[in-house]
Nanobody
Framework: QFEFVESGGGSVQPGESLSVSCTAR??????VAWFRQAPGKEREGISC????????KYADSVQGRFTISRDNAKKTVYLQMNSLKPEDTAVYYC?????????WGQGTQVTVSS
């Protein structure tokens, strides 16, 4: 069974940085994406990382501020978030995809407030 462990998140002030991560056995072989869902809004994809070539994509809303990366030795994918804004407040979810397999983490709260 594929089991995620999401960690990180928390509360910060605008302009500060935060990192979230997800770890799972076998995650090295999966493409991984980060989604977020703010209260009253639909879940949106914000970044993704391919499994083999390490290709990355970002939503316009986070381009230049967020960085997705992978540490294969730790079977972990990270989302480094810099220059955080109040509108980044949301629950952040990790999603792993390989073929027809599609797994979601439990979500971790990120709050940006002064």
């Amino acid at each position: 069974q594929f089991e995620f462990v999401e960690s990180g998140g928390g509360s910060v002030q605008p302009g500060e940085s935060l990192s979230v991560s997800c770890t799972a056995r076998g995650l090295n072989f999966y493409a991984v994406a980060w989604f977020r869902q703010a209260p009253g809004k639909e879940r949106e994809g914000i970044s993704c990382l391919s499994s083999s070539r390490g290709n990355t994509k970002y939503a316009d809303s986070v381009q230049g501020r967020f960085t997705i990366s992978r540490d294969n030795a730790k079977k972990t994918v990270y989302l480094q978030m810099n220059s955080l804004k109040p509108e980044d407040t949301a629950v952040y979810y990790c999603n792993a995809i390989r073929g027809t397999n599609d797994y979601w983490g439990q979500g971790t709260q990120v709050t940006v407030s002064s």
